[in-house]
C-alpha cells in the first residue's frame, strides 16, 4: 500500500511538472509572438492552448475573423484593448479566448475567487456570451456564472463564491457585489464591456461607476463595440490609460469605410406617418418566405402591433420581443424565432445589438432609430458572418432629408424604392373596426399612441425629429382611434432623468437615501404589505384608472403618463340658451307624437349597416342604380335569365335530392334484411336446443324420420320450423339470389352423420 500511495505522489507531481513546463512554454510563445512577421489566419496560428484548440474545433470555429486576427494577438500579451468592428465579424471569441487563456496561465482555481467580469447591456446578449463560452471553454476546469435580471437572486447567491468567470447586466451585476459575501473581486484579472458604448452612456453611468469602484485598478480592460466614441471621461471612468486601438475605429472617425457589412444592399422609402402600417401590413404580405425583424421605437407600439397584426393574419407567424416581457417569455420567444424558418419578430432595440439570429432576410426599421449608431446596429441583425441581407427603412417626409444627411457622414448611402400602388394596401378600416369591438386594443392603440409622439418630443436630433409637424390626427386615425388623445409633456431635462432613473440599480437608489452613518432614511416609515402595494399598482388590466380615464373622460390624471385632460368640465345647461319646446294640440298629432311605428312611417325606415372583410360599412339592402340595371339589358331578359339561372339550379338540386333518397331506402332496405336475419337465427339456435339440431331447410325431413326410428316431432318444433322455412323462402327472394341455399351433400346413414351435417350447416 505504501509503495502504491509513494508511486501516485510522483506521479501527480510528474503530471504538474510536465504541466508547469507546458505553461511556462505557452507564456514565452506569447511573448515572442509577433503580428508583424506572420498575420494568424486560422486558431492553430495563435499561442494557445491545446484544451482551447479542441473546444474551437469541436465547435466548428477554424478560421479567424479581422476583429479576431487583430485584437487577440494584442489581448493575449496582457495589454488594454479599445476594439471596434462591423456587426457580426466575431467579436464574442475575440475576448473570450483571451479570458480563457488569461486563467489556463494563470493556474485559476475556485479559490482565487473571481477572476473575468464580462458586462452586457441587455439579458439576452449575456445569455448569447454564456453559450458561446460553454461551448469553447469545455476542456477547462474553472467554472463560469450567468447573472441577469428575472431569475432567482438566491440561487445565485449560493453560488457566488465558486465563479470563476461571471457574465451579467450591470443592475445585477453591482446587486450581487452589495449583498453576495462570497464574490471577491479583489483578484480580477480582466474586465470586459461588450457593447461598450451603450454601457458607457447616461442609463448605466451610476451603475457603471458604482462596480468599477470595487474592481482593482491592475487589471485588464477589454472594450468591444461595433460603434465606439473615444471620450475621454469615459476611458478614465474605467482607468484605461495605456490601451491599444484596433478594429475600424479609426476608420470611422477618418472615412475609410463605412461600418455596415458588405453584404447588405440597404435602402429606405419615403412614407407618410399616417401610412406607415398600410406599408408595413403589405410589405409582410409579399414577403411570407423570409424572416424579418421589424423594429419600433417603444414597447407599447411593439404590442399594439404585434396584437392587430396578429388578429388580421397576414399569413406568416408573427412574434414579438420587448423589454416589458419577463424573462422566461423572452428566452422563449428568442429560441422559437431562432429556429424557425419563415416568421415575423416584432422588437424594440433591447434585441437590436450583439444577438446572433441565424439566416435573417430583412431588418425594417419602421421607426427612425435616434442616432446612426442604433442604425447600424439594427441592420446588422442580418448579412452576418459574409451572408446575404436586406434592410429597409420607413422615413417620413420631415426625417428624410435630415437622416440621410447623418448617414452620409458615415458613408452609408442606402438605395431608395418606390412603393406599388397595385401591392399596397389599406388596413384603416379594419384597424377601426378591430378597435370598435375590442375595447382593450382601443387602450393600447392610444398608449401606442402617447408613447410615439413622446419618443418624437424627447429626441435631441431637432433637425431630424421634427415635433411641431407631426400630423398628430391623422396618425391616430391610421391607428384606428376616433381622436387623438391629449398628452401632458414633461420637460426633456426631466424625461432624461426619468430614463436614467429607469436604468439605475435599486441598489444604488438605496445608498443614495442613507445617511452619513450608512443607514437608509425612509421617507415612509409606514408598513406596508404585498396586498398594500398590489392594490396601488396601475394598469393591471384594462379596467384600471389609468384606462377609465381613457373611455370616460375622467377629470383625475393618471399618475404615471398624465395624458388625458378634460376639455370640458361644467355641462351645466341655461335654460334661457335652450330652444323653446311647444308640445303638439290635438290628440292625433300627439299619439302620433308617441308612436314610434307612426314616427317611423313619416321619417322612413331606419337604416341598418354590415361591415365586409375589409371592414367597409355597408347597408343591408343596396338598390341598384337605373342606369347600371339598364347596362344588363332589357327587364324581360333579366327575367328570362333569372328564371333559367335558377331552374339550371333547381334541376341540379332534384338530381342531387333524388340520389340522397335512394341512397337512404337503400340503407334503410339494409338495416331491414339484417334485422330478420338476426331474428332467424335466434329462433333457430333456439328449435336447435329441443330437436338436435335439425335443418329443414337443406336436409329432406322424410329420410331423417326414417334413420331416426322415431314417430312424430312434437308439434310445437314442427311449428317453428314451417316458419322458418316460409321466412327462409322470402328472404331468398329478397336477396335476389345473392345468397346460394343448396348444397349437395351425401346421404347420411347414421345418428352421427346426421348430428354432424347439421351441426355443419347451422355454423356455416
Given at each position: 500500500m505504501a509503495?502504491?500511495?509513494?508511486?501516485?505522489?510522483?506521479?501527480?507531481?510528474?503530471?504538474?511538472?510536465?504541466?508547469?513546463?507546458?505553461?511556462?512554454?505557452?507564456?514565452t510563445?506569447?511573448a515572442?509572438?509577433?503580428v508583424?512577421?506572420?498575420?494568424?489566419t486560422?486558431?492553430t496560428?495563435l499561442?494557445?492552448?491545446d484544451?482551447t484548440?479542441?473546444g474551437?474545433?469541436?465547435s466548428?470555429?477554424v478560421?479567424?475573423?479581422?476583429?479576431?486576427k487583430?485584437?487577440?494577438?494584442?489581448?493575449l500579451k496582457g495589454?488594454?484593448?479599445l476594439a471596434?468592428a462591423?456587426t457580426?465579424?466575431?467579436?464574442?471569441?475575440?475576448f473570450?479566448i483571451p479570458?480563457?487563456e488569461?486563467?489556463?496561465?494563470?493556474?485559476?482555481?475556485?479559490f482565487?475567487g473571481?477572476g473575468?467580469l464580462v458586462?452586457?447591456?441587455?439579458?439576452?446578449l449575456?445569455?448569447?456570451?454564456?453559450?458561446?463560452?460553454v461551448?469553447?471553454?469545455?476542456?477547462?476546469?474553472?467554472?463560469a456564472?450567468?447573472v441577469?435580471?428575472?431569475?432567482d437572486v438566491?440561487?445565485?447567491?449560493?453560488?457566488?463564491?465558486?465563479i470563476?468567470?461571471?457574465?451579467?447586466t450591470?443592475?445585477?451585476i453591482?446587486?450581487?457585489?452589495?449583498?453576495?459575501?462570497?464574490?471577491?473581486?479583489s483578484?480580477?484579472?480582466?474586465?470586459?464591456?461588450?457593447e461598450?458604448?451603450?454601457?458607457l452612456?447616461?442609463g448605466?453611468?451610476k451603475?457603471l461607476?458604482a462596480?468599477?469602484s470595487?474592481?482593482?485598478?491592475?487589471?485588464?480592460?477589454?472594450?468591444f463595440?461595433?460603434t465606439?466614441?473615444?471620450?475621454?471621461?469615459?476611458?478614465?471612468r474605467?482607468?484605461?490609460t495605456d490601451?491599444k486601438?484596433?478594429?475600424?475605429?479609426?476608420?470611422l472617425?477618418?472615412s475609410k469605410?463605412p461600418a455596415?457589412p458588405e453584404t447588405?444592399?440597404?435602402s429606405y422609402?419615403?412614407v407618410?406617418l399616417?401610412?406607415k402600417?398600410?406599408?408595413l401590413?403589405?410589405?409582410?404580405?409579399?414577403h411570407?418566405k423570409t424572416?424579418?425583424?421589424?423594429?419600433l421605437?417603444s414597447?407599447?407600439q411593439?404590442?399594439?402591433?404585434?396584437?392587430?397584426f396578429r388578429?388580421m393574419q397576414?399569413?406568416i407567424s408573427?412574434m414579438n420581443?420587448?423589454?416589458?416581457?419577463?424573462q422566461?417569455?423572452?428566452?422563449?420567444t428568442?429560441?422559437?424565432?431562432?429556429?424557425a424558418?419563415?416568421?415575423?419578430?416584432?422588437a424594440?432595440?433591447?434585441?437590436?445589438?450583439?444577438?446572433?439570429?441565424?439566416a435573417?432576410?430583412?431588418?425594417v426599421?419602421l421607426?427612425?432609430?435616434e442616432?446612426v449608431?442604433t442604425y447600424?446596429?439594427?441592420?446588422g441583425?442580418?448579412?452576418?458572418y459574409?451572408k446575404?441581407?436586406?434592410?429597409?427603412?420607413m422615413l417620413?417626409?420631415?426625417?428624410?432629408?435630415?437622416?440621410l444627411?447623418?448617414l452620409e457622414t458615415?458613408?452609408?448611402?442606402?438605395?431608395?424604392?418606390?412603393?406599388?400602388?397595385s401591392?399596397k394596401?389599406?388596413?384603416?378600416p379594419q384597424?377601426q373596426s378591430?378597435l370598435?369591438k375590442?375595447?382593450e386594443l382601443?387602450?393600447?392603440g392610444?398608449?401606442a399612441?402617447?408613447s410615439?409622439?413622446r419618443s418624437?418630443y424627447?429626441q435631441?436630433?431637432?433637425?431630424?425629429f421634427?415635433f411641431?409637424?407631426l400630423p398628430?390626427?391623422?396618425f391616430a386615425s391610421s391607428?384606428?382611434l376616433?381622436g387623438a388623445p391629449?398628452?401632458?409633456?414633461?420637460?426633456r431635462k426631466?424625461a432624461?432623468?426619468?430614463?436614467?432613473?429607469?436604468?439605475?440599480s435599486?441598489?444604488?437608489?438605496?445608498?443614495?437615501?442613507?445617511n452619513s452613518?450608512?443607514?437608509v432614511?425612509?421617507?415612509?416609515?409606514?408598513v406596508?404589505?404585498k396586498i398594500?402595494?398590489?392594490?396601488d399598482?396601475?394598469n393591471?388590466?384594462v379596467?384600471?384608472?389609468?384606462?377609465?380615464n381613457?373611455?370616460?373622460?375622467?377629470?383625475?390624471e393618471d399618475?404615471?403618463?398624465d395624458f388625458?385632460?378634460?376639455?370640458?368640465?361644467?355641462?351645466a345647461?341655461?335654460?334661457a340658451?335652450?330652444p323653446?319646446l311647444i308640445?303638439?294640440?290635438s290628440?292625433?298629432?300627439?299619439?302620433k307624437?308617441?308612436?314610434?311605428k307612426?314616427s317611423?312611417?313619416?321619417?322612413?325606415?331606419?337604416?341598418?349597416?354590415?361591415?365586409?372583410?375589409?371592414g367597409t360599412a355597408?347597408p343591408?339592402y343596396?338598390?341598384?342604380?337605373?342606369?347600371?340595371?339598364?347596362k344588363?339589358g332589357?327587364?324581360?331578359?333579366?327575367?328570362e335569365s333569372?328564371?333559367?339561372?335558377?331552374?339550371?339550379t333547381?334541376?341540379?338540386?332534384?338530381v342531387?335530392?333524388k340520389?340522397v333518397?335512394k341512397?337512404?331506402r337503400?340503407?334503410?332496405k339494409?338495416k331491414?334484411?339484417?334485422?330478420m336475419?338476426?331474428e332467424?337465427?335466434?329462433?333457430?339456435?333456439?328449435s336447435s336446443?329441443?330437436?338436435?339440431h335439425?335443418?329443414?331447410a337443406?336436409?329432406?325431413?322424410?329420410?331423417?324420420s326414417e334413420d331416426m326410428?322415431?314417430?312424430?316431432?312434437p308439434?310445437?318444433?314442427?311449428?317453428?320450423?314451417r316458419k322458418y322455412?316460409?321466412?327462409?323462402?322470402?328472404?331468398?327472394?329478397?336477396?335476389d339470389g345473392?345468397?346460394?341455399?343448396?348444397?349437395e351433400v351425401e346421404?347420411?346413414?347414421?345418428?352421427?352423420?346426421l348430428?354432424?351435417?347439421t351441426s355443419?350447416?347451422i355454423?356455416r
Amino acid at each position: 500500500m505504501a509503495k502504491k500511495g509513494r508511486s501516485t505522489t510522483s506521479a501527480r507531481k510528474e503530471v504538474r511538472k510536465r504541466e508547469n513546463e507546458y505553461i511556462k512554454d505557452l507564456e514565452t510563445r506569447v511573448a515572442e509572438f509577433d503580428v508583424k512577421l506572420a498575420r494568424p489566419t486560422f486558431f492553430t496560428d495563435l499561442p494557445i492552448s491545446d484544451g482551447t484548440l479542441k473546444g474551437l474545433r469541436e465547435s466548428a470555429f477554424v478560421k479567424m475573423t479581422d476583429i479576431q486576427k487583430d485584437s487577440m494577438p494584442v489581448s493575449l500579451k496582457g495589454n488594454d484593448v479599445l476594439a471596434s468592428a462591423k456587426t457580426g465579424s466575431g467579436k464574442t471569441l475575440a475576448f473570450l479566448i483571451p479570458i480563457i487563456e488569461k486563467l489556463y496561465r494563470e493556474k485559476w482555481t475556485e479559490f482565487d475567487g473571481l477572476g473575468a467580469l464580462v458586462i452586457s447591456p441587455t439579458r439576452e446578449l449575456a445569455m448569447q456570451i454564456y453559450e458561446v463560452l460553454v461551448k469553447i471553454g469545455r476542456h477547462a476546469s474553472f467554472s463560469a456564472g450567468l447573472v441577469i435580471g428575472g431569475k432567482d437572486v438566491k440561487f445565485e447567491l449560493d453560488r457566488m463564491s465558486k465563479i470563476n468567470i461571471l457574465i451579467g447586466t450591470p443592475g445585477r451585476i453591482l446587486h450581487h457585489m452589495d449583498q453576495a459575501v462570497g464574490l471577491n473581486t479583489s483578484n480580477l484579472q480582466v474586465l470586459v464591456l461588450d457593447e461598450a458604448d451603450r454601457c458607457l452612456d447616461m442609463g448605466f453611468k451610476k451603475t457603471l461607476d458604482a462596480i468599477v469602484s470595487n474592481l482593482p485598478p491592475t487589471r485588464q480592460t477589454l472594450l468591444f463595440s461595433a460603434t465606439q466614441s473615444q471620450s475621454v471621461s469615459d476611458l478614465a471612468r474605467l482607468s484605461l490609460t495605456d490601451y491599444k486601438t484596433v478594429g475600424d475605429v479609426n476608420s470611422l472617425k477618418t472615412s475609410k469605410g463605412p461600418a455596415t457589412p458588405e453584404t447588405l444592399q440597404q435602402s429606405y422609402i419615403t412614407v407618410p406617418l399616417p401610412d406607415k402600417l398600410d406599408i408595413l401590413f403589405s410589405f409582410i404580405k409579399t414577403h411570407l418566405k423570409t424572416k424579418m425583424i421589424v423594429f419600433l421605437s417603444s414597447s407599447k407600439q411593439v404590442h399594439f402591433v404585434y396584437e392587430t397584426f396578429r388578429k388580421m393574419q397576414p399569413g406568416i407567424s408573427l412574434m414579438n420581443l420587448h423589454g416589458r416581457q419577463k424573462q422566461t417569455a423572452r428566452t422563449e420567444t428568442m429560441v422559437k424565432f431562432q429556429r424557425a424558418q419563415h416568421t415575423c419578430l416584432f422588437a424594440t432595440d433591447v434585441v437590436a445589438r450583439g444577438i446572433d439570429f441565424p439566416a435573417v432576410d430583412w431588418v425594417v426599421q419602421l421607426d427612425c432609430p435616434e442616432d446612426v449608431d442604433t442604425y447600424i446596429h439594427r441592420v446588422g441583425r442580418c448579412a452576418r458572418y459574409g451572408k446575404q441581407g436586406k434592410s429597409l427603412i420607413m422615413l417620413t417626409p420631415q426625417e428624410e432629408e435630415g437622416f440621410l444627411k447623418r448617414l452620409e457622414t458615415r458613408l452609408i448611402e442606402p438605395n431608395k424604392l418606390t412603393i406599388k400602388q397595385s401591392k399596397k394596401k389599406s388596413i384603416k378600416p379594419q384597424l377601426q373596426s378591430l378597435l370598435f369591438k375590442d375595447p382593450e386594443l382601443k387602450y393600447l392603440g392610444q398608449r401606442a399612441f402617447i408613447s410615439y409622439v413622446r419618443s418624437i418630443y424627447i429626441q435631441k436630433d431637432q433637425q431630424v425629429f421634427k415635433f411641431e409637424e407631426l400630423p398628430t390626427e391623422e396618425f391616430a386615425s391610421s391607428l384606428g382611434l376616433p381622436g387623438a388623445p391629449r398628452i401632458k409633456f414633461k420637460g426633456r431635462k426631466a424625461a432624461e432623468a426619468s430614463k436614467e432613473l429607469k436604468n439605475t440599480s435599486r441598489q444604488l437608489l438605496s445608498l443614495s437615501n442613507a445617511n452619513s452613518d450608512g443607514e437608509v432614511i425612509k421617507k415612509n416609515k409606514e408598513v406596508r404589505t404585498k396586498i398594500d402595494k398590489m392594490f396601488d399598482r396601475k394598469n393591471q388590466t384594462v379596467l384600471s384608472a389609468h384606462y377609465l380615464n381613457i373611455t370616460k373622460d375622467q377629470a383625475e390624471e393618471d399618475e404615471e403618463d398624465d395624458f388625458i385632460n378634460i376639455k370640458r368640465a361644467d355641462h351645466a345647461l341655461a335654460e334661457a340658451d335652450l330652444p323653446e319646446l311647444i308640445a303638439p294640440g290635438s290628440r292625433r298629432a300627439q299619439k302620433k307624437a308617441l308612436s314610434k311605428k307612426a314616427s317611423l312611417a313619416s321619417k322612413g325606415n331606419a337604416t341598418k349597416l354590415k361591415f365586409d372583410d375589409e371592414g367597409t360599412a355597408h347597408p343591408i339592402y343596396e338598390l341598384e342604380e337605373e342606369e347600371d340595371f339598364h347596362k344588363k339589358g332589357g327587364a324581360e331578359e333579366q327575367k328570362e335569365s333569372f328564371l333559367r339561372k335558377e331552374f339550371e339550379t333547381m334541376s341540379q338540386r332534384d338530381v342531387e335530392d333524388k340520389k340522397v333518397a335512394k341512397e337512404k331506402r337503400q340503407e334503410k332496405k339494409r338495416k331491414r334484411l339484417e334485422a330478420m336475419r338476426r331474428e332467424m337465427e335466434a329462433e333457430l339456435s333456439e328449435s336447435s336446443e329441443d330437436e338436435a339440431h335439425f335443418d329443414a331447410a337443406v336436409v329432406d325431413e322424410a329420410n331423417l324420420s326414417e334413420d331416426m326410428d322415431s314417430d312424430a316431432e312434437p308439434e310445437e318444433t314442427s311449428r317453428k320450423r314451417r316458419k322458418y322455412q316460409s321466412r327462409q323462402e322470402s328472404s331468398d327472394s329478397e336477396l335476389d339470389g345473392k345468397h346460394d341455399t343448396v348444397f349437395e351433400v351425401e346421404e347420411p346413414q347414421t345418428l352421427e352423420e346426421l348430428e354432424s351435417l347439421t351441426s355443419k350447416l347451422i355454423h356455416r
